[in-house]
Structures are given as structure tokens and as C-alpha cells.
């Protein structure tokens, strides 16, 4: 069997204070810089948690570490996966992103596998993002990516450090 996925492109983590969190990554660790986005109903089209429509909103900060991208990630609501798995775990990894041969081949794949959706979003005008629940199979919970083509990243609310 050829395996569904080639490449780790993301550490997901969440956090309680993004701010907070991303200075002590650069200030104490040197890691960055972080680039710091709003994913909310303005900005994000279509945003399902558990298959259902529903808004929600987070802060996040991506930088790469090693080639591999890091997310920073907190939930401004109580909506999101990322608001819950808070609650329930406190700060730590979240998911992680891998690649696929395309996104279309993994939804595919999901779908032959009765994987289920756990939280999906269509950023900006060209960027899927979607979560599944791998948690009982892999330990963890897997997104996968659907930029197309002409994506390009959208300005950023900040960049730190300067």
C-alpha cells in the first residue's frame, strides 16, 4: 500500500496567549519571526466544526522551524476544536499537517475510511484547511492542506519581531 502521506508541513500548538507566547519563542528561544493572522467569519469562508456550519474565531502565529512550519494558535471563542481541546488538555500540540499526494486524493481517502471531519475552513479565497479525526488510529489529529494553485499568503495583522 502506498502511504497517503509524504511530508510533515506543520506542528500545530495551542496556547492561552498568542502575544505571550509567540515573545517567548523569539525573545527567549530565538525562534521566528512569527507572522500573526485573525481567522474569523471575515476570513475564513465556510467553517464547520463536527460537519456542522459554524463561525468561530482564533489568533495565530506561523513561523518555520527546520523547514517545517510552527502554528501558534489561540481560540478567541468557545466554538473551535482548538477552544476544547484547551479545556480539556491544556496548552500543548494540537495537530499536525502532512502532505498528500493532493488534497482531492485525501479526501478520498477519508472517505474510504469512514475518517471524519472534525473542523474545516476555506481561508482567504483559495486555502483549505480541514481537520480529521485521527486521534484513535495515529494519536493525533491530522490536517490537510488544499491551497490551490494561486494561493498566495494574505497580509499579515503583525510580524514579530520586526
Known amino acids: 500500500m502506498e502511504a497517503v ?22 525573545d527567549k528561544y530565538g ?5 500573526v493572522y485573525d481567522f474569523n467569519k471575515d476570513t475564513v469562508a465556510d467553517m464547520k466544526v463536527d460537519g456542522k456550519r459554524q463561525d468561530y474565531r482564533m489568533k495565530l502565529a506561523v513561523t518555520d ?8 494558535i489561540e481560540p478567541v471563542d468557545e466554538i473551535s476544536d482548538y477552544a476544547k481541546f484547551l479545556k480539556e488538555h491544556g496548552e500543548g500540540i494540537h495537530h499536525v499537517a ?23 475552513g476555506y481561508w482567504g479565497k483559495n486555502f483549505h484547511y480541514d481537520y480529521r479525526k485521527t486521534q484513535d488510529d495515529l494519536k493525533c489529529i491530522v ?10 499568503w494574505p497580509e499579515p495583522v503583525e510580524v514579530y519581531p520586526d
Request: net charge negative; charged share 30%; aromatic share 14%.
Open 5 to 26: 502521506f509524504k511530508d510533515v508541513l506543520q506542528v500545530g500548538v495551542v496556547v492561552k496567549d498568542l502575544e505571550s507566547t509567540m515573545k517567548t519563542y523569539a
Open 31 to 35: 525562534i521566528g519571526p512569527w507572522v
Open 65 to 72: 522551524i527546520g523547514g517545517v512550519q510552527w502554528e501558534l
Open 98 to 120: 502532512l502532505d498528500t499526494k493532493s488534497y482531492e486524493d485525501a479526501l478520498e481517502f477519508c472517505e474510504e475510511k469512514d475518517i471524519e471531519q472534525l473542523q474545516y
Open 143 to 152: 490536517e490537510l492542506y488544499g491551497p490551490e494553485e494561486d494561493f498566495e
